[in-house]
């Protein structure tokens, strides 16, 4: 059973940086591509970042120059570096992967989300 575990959402204030976890498990060995969502409340949720097994990255507008998404492939990790944070930034925050193969050497189709993480910032 493919699982996600958040972790490093917390209150912050403005202009202050974080750093959020998200590490899959369930005898996974590969994962194709390792994203962050986030909702805003009053919004639907949206993509902040992906990062695929190959090394490429995807931001969406608002992330470009503030967040860098990171991975570590062998610990089926993925890592979100939120710097400058505003409190348009504040909402939950989650991860989410596809492409997964488990052993012992299924493919899982669809996509599979952690419980999420709340980042709040403070004005």
């Known amino acids: 059973q493919v699982q996600l575990a958040e972790s490093g959402g917390k209150l912050v204030q403005v202009g202050e940086s974080l750093r959020l976890s998200c590490e899959a498990s369930g005898n996974i060995t590969m994962i194709n591509v390792m994203s962050w969502y986030r909702q805003i409340p009053g919004k639907q949720r949206e993509l902040v970042a992906a990062?695929?097994?190959?090394?490429?990255?995807n931001y969406s507008e608002f992330a470009k120059g503030r967040f860098t998404i990171s991975r570590d492939t062998n610990k089926h990790t993925v890592y979100l570096d939120m710097d400058n944070l505003k409190p348009e930034d504040t909402g939950a925050y989650y991860c989410?992967?596809?492409?997964?193969?488990?052993?012992?050497?299924?493919?899982?189709?669809?996509?599979?989300w952690g419980q999420g993480t709340q980042v709040t910032v403070s004005p």
């Open positions: 989410a992967v596809n492409g997964l193969t488990v052993q012992p050497g299924n493919f899982l189709p669809g996509q599979y």
């Open positions: 990062h695929t097994r190959v090394g490429t990255t």
